[in-house]
């Protein structure tokens, strides 16, 4: 039987399949481990089946089998196939590599700002027995754009605690990083960095890395102190079953020049600021009427005939509409017209074979974000904090009251590898829980060609020899076989991915897909045109190196045919005079 899951979005998920002959069938469905609901059997027998599963609740993981009867009454059931919905995001991105590292007698905290749009300033709170579990839990002794800070307020023999917030222009706050660190006395003993040491295996951009060479062994977490006199949860009273825990990955993917109308095509595009249309109607609040009329003007559908807000009309504002409200308001709109920082969610249900293989949790990309979610009603017991580290980063969990979640945005190791990643549930009657998870990290995909380097008088040699380079912006369209055997182009928006898609800054590029047979096609500013083989593919990521070829320019023609003849004309006249 063929069957994929398709369209999911954060209530709704649809399942279409085929089956070799005519069949009535109908599903079984329900939240992890139950199969309460069920759907309402076809009214005929078909081979090709459909069925839209609504209500869901947002970031959860479901489970269903499909049952079947043929024309002659047999009847059947099949395995049990899972998806998870999206989530209901409300939080940001949080910074990442966040260490702190004495500096003789103070505390240099340094960190690396989230890219995004939106960003407008963070907040670094400070106490002196625990982690600031929020921006006001604790001393606030840092707040602007910077990347660092120097605590020189600080006493040899102390450990010191740090939390340190993102916030937007809407005032929506990320989770919070951690990192702590005791005081010692430089003129004793040597100062050292607080995160954990790690060995990072390089890997050549060319060359092939056996999966069982990275991630057989586990890069641990660094662990977080519990508050004192907190006590362990026995193992037999332990509450956090595995299935209310999901991992999303966040493809933050840009549309370059001429791929506009594919971000506009994106079926379900998911912000990380959750500001709802309330937010958009309060930023056209309280405006004159000369200033509607300017708005018309620009946008004539902007105001219906009562001369209310249209939602429709305004979902899909081009940018130069929005630059043009910005101009006649005086302000920014909100994020949501944020059309080249779309942020679109898969869930990690992707190469569940690789994942079990080695012993893993979940699967995600090198140097993304991914945002991880608990349900509350997991917890038997109130919830203080709680607390996730993966590798050397440590993040807060924010709970998000619509969803009835535990959120935080982590970002994932440089490094391919396998990894710890440590959830710490610290209860208000001062018990806590961990519970160890590990992660895959696998690379992104990258576009990237390789040219000769730049003339330099200090090594001017140089210029014979070839270089690897990245190619920002290049176009990829990935096209699939269908089951009528034509190819065409992959319909990644019921994925919740963009196809074409432009490589990132650093040349980077993915697609998650399901099993099937597919090609990449690929082009770039004065690059040869790229077709791939025929890609066979197993539930897994299409992210392998992509190389290209670039056209030569005049001057390398040039380069090129003057070098040789240069040389033949040097030897002839060298000839010639001994001769002579």
């Not at 109607?281 to 018309?296: C, G, H, P, R, S």
Request: glycine share 4%; hydrophobic share 40%; charged share 25%.
């Amino acid at each position: 039987m063929d069957l994929q899951i398709i369209n999911i979005t954060k209530i709704k998920a649809k399942v279409v399949f085929t089956t070799d002959e005519l069949a009535v069938s109908y599903l079984q469905y329900g939240l992890l481990g139950d199969y309460t609901f069920q759907t309402i059997p076809e009214d005929s027998y078909f081979e090709g089946h459909e069925f839209v599963l609504e209500s869901l609740v947002p970031g959860r993981k479901y489970n269903f089998t499909v049952h079947l009867y043929d024309t002659k009454k047999n009847a059947g059931e099949t395995k049990s196939y899972y998806f998870t919905t999206l989530p209901d995001i409300k939080t940001i991105f949080n910074v990442s590599g966040f260490t702190a590292v004495q500096k003789q007698d103070k505390v240099l905290l340094s960190w690396k700002l989230p890219d995004m749009e939106n960003f407008s300033k963070v907040r670094l709170v400070r106490k002196d027995s625990s982690y600031p579990i929020n921006d006001t839990d604790g001393l606030d002794i840092y707040s602007g754009l910077d990347t660092y800070f120097e605590d020189d307020l600080v006493d040899i023999g102390n450990t010191y605690y740090y939390s340190i917030f993102v916030y937007d222009k809407y005032n929506n706050k990320s989770s919070g990083s951690l990192v702590n660190i005791k005081v010692k006395d430089s003129s004793v003993e040597p100062m050292v960095e607080t995160t954990l040491a790690v060995e990072v295996i390089p890997v050549d951009l060319e060359e092939e890395v056996l999966d069982e060479d990275i991630f057989e062994n586990l890069v641990p977490a660094t662990l977080i102190e519990v508050p004192s006199g907190a006590t362990l949860v026995v193992e037999e009273e332990k509450s956090m079953p595995s299935g209310f825990i999901n991992l999303f990955s966040l493809f933050k993917q840009r549309a370059i020049e001429g791929l506009d109308s594919i971000v506009g095509g994106v079926i379900e595009s998911y912000k990380l600021i959750n500001n709802g249309f309330g937010e958009v109607v309060d930023y056209f609040a309280n405006i004159d009427t000369e200033t509607k009329i300017k708005l018309q003007e620009v946008k004539p559908d902007i105001f219906d005939k009562k001369g209310n807000l249209n939602e429709e009309a305004i979902k899909n504002i081009s940018a130069e509409v929005k630059k043009q409200i910005e101009e006649i308001i005086s302000k920014p709109l909100p994020p949501v017209f944020e059309r080249d920082s779309i942020a679109v969610i898969s869930p990690l249900d992707w190469q569940t074979e690789k994942t079990k293989e080695y012993g893993a949790d979940w699967h995600i990309f090198a140097d993304s974000d991914a945002l991880l979610s608990i349900s509350r009603d997991m917890f038997a017991k109130d919830v203080l904090s709680i607390i996730v580290t993966l590798k050397k980063e440590a993040y807060i969990m924010d709970y998000n009251e619509d969803a009835n979640n535990y959120e935080t945005i982590i970002k994932a190791p440089e490094d391919k590898g396998k990894y710890q990643m440590l959830i710490q549930v610290i209860y208000t009657d001062n018990t806590y829980e961990e519970l160890d998870k590990s992660v895959l990290v696998d690379p992104y995909g990258y576009v990237f060609y390789k040219d000769y380097k730049d003339f330099s008088w200090k090594n001017p040699v140089q210029f014979l020899v070839k270089e690897i380079k990245k190619v920002r912006g290049a176009k990829l369209s990935l096209y699939y076989l269908n089951r009528v055997d034509e190819w065409v182009l992959w319909p990644a928006n019921l994925y919740n991915q963009l196809n074409p898609q432009g490589s990132g800054i650093d040349g980077g590029f993915a697609f998650v897909v399901p099993a099937g047979k597919y090609y990449l096609e690929a082009s770039g500013e004065n690059l040869r045109d790229y077709k791939s083989d025929v890609l066979v593919v197993e539930d897994e990521a299409i992210n392998f190196n992509l190389k290209m070829v670039k056209k030569w320019e005049a001057k390398e023609y040039v380069l090129f045919m003057f070098l040789p003849i240069s040389v033949i004309i040097l030897l002839a006249l060298f000839i010639l005079k001994k001769r002579v």
